[in-house]
């Protein structure tokens, strides 16, 4: 059975790094859902972009690859082709998975099999779900080679049917801090929020983490940090945005005093002369 010291540990890697400026951040891709924060000073470095999880928005890898001059790579296997032509897309009808079987590959295997061992990496991941097992069997050395990974992670509540599920699901953002910063944290207002043993937390996140090579001799300067910033919009521009004013986002109200509720649902904005009330 799932108590409170294991919802803890569970969040506990999701509280953000105070020891980057975040300032230097930028957002890329669509203004609403597709579009993801990064931090900007290493971006010029990075030569390729992996990303899993197209669908049918490529605002992201398009508007990363003609900035920075970086071949994307792409992955979907449940599209035929991406919704427009690109000389700086390549796509493969592929999914990710934790090993090669049917429409999956493992990252480790694209990488090699593109040549892209020696090359500066990025990582973009939206999979619906596959990134718990996914990231839990990827080497620490494959890891290694993306300077910056940019992820939605889902299931933060409804999927930890069972005190299993949620190991695994803790001991890969665990896996995540041992080697990255988290930068940046942004809640998906497509989801609902989940109460568990008095702990918050959206269903949906988007994280951005930031290599701890590209980053060896950080001060002890803490920066004021809250979410959402000035970069972020919600994914559903018709739902209010996601504010993360508790733990582990930020140091404050670690516990909420809602009962022991599973889920909280948040309500769809209405509108006012065809227009959004906010």
């Known amino acids: 059975m799932i108590n409170s010291s ?16 975040p300032t230097q951040k930028i957002r890329l891709g669509s203004t609403y859902d597709g579009g993801y924060v ?34 994307g790579r792409l992955y979907d296997h449940t599209i035929d082709k991406l919704p427009e032509e690109n000389n700086n897309l390549h796509f493969r009808k592929e999914g990710v998975g934790p090993e090669k079987k049917e429409m999956l590959n493992t990252v480790e295997n694209h990488i090699i099999e593109n040549g892209d061992q020696d090359k500066n990496l990025l990582l973009k991941m939206d999979v619906e779900g596959c990134e718990w097992q996914t990231l839990f069997e990827m080497s620490d050395h494959t890891l290694r080679k993306f300077q910056q990974i940019a992820i939605e992670v889902h299931y933060l509540g409804s999927g930890n049917k069972t005190k299993a599920d949620l190991q695994l699901k803790t ?8 080697l ?12 609902d929020l989940f109460i568990q043993q008095g702990f918050k937390c959206p269903e949906t996140l988007e994280l951005t983490y930031v290599n701890k090579e590209l980053l060896p001799d950080l001060g002890s300067t803490k920066y004021d940090v ?23 986002f930020c140091s404050e109200n670690k516990r909420v005093e809602l009962g022991m509720t599973p889920f909280f649902k948040r309500k769809f904005l209405k509108l006012k002369h065809g227009k959004r009330l906010f």
């Open 6 to 21: 294991d919802i803890y540990h569970f969040l506990r890697p999701l509280t953000p790094t105070k020891l980057i400026d």
């Open 38 to 71: 990064l931090y900007k000073p290493s971006l010029p470095k990075v030569d390729v972009i992996y990303a899993y999880g197209i669908e049918n928005d490529i605002t992201f890898e398009k508007s990363f690859c003609t900035a920075y001059g970086a071949v």
């Open 171 to 178: 001991a890969v953002l665990n896996k995540l801090s041992n």
């Open 180 to 191: 990255f910063y988290l930068y940046h944290v942004h809640g998906n207002n497509c989801g």
């Open 226 to 248: 809250s979410f959402p910033t000035e970069f972020d919009s919600p994914n559903n521009p018709y739902m209010q945005e996601v504010v993360l004013d508790y733990w582990p």
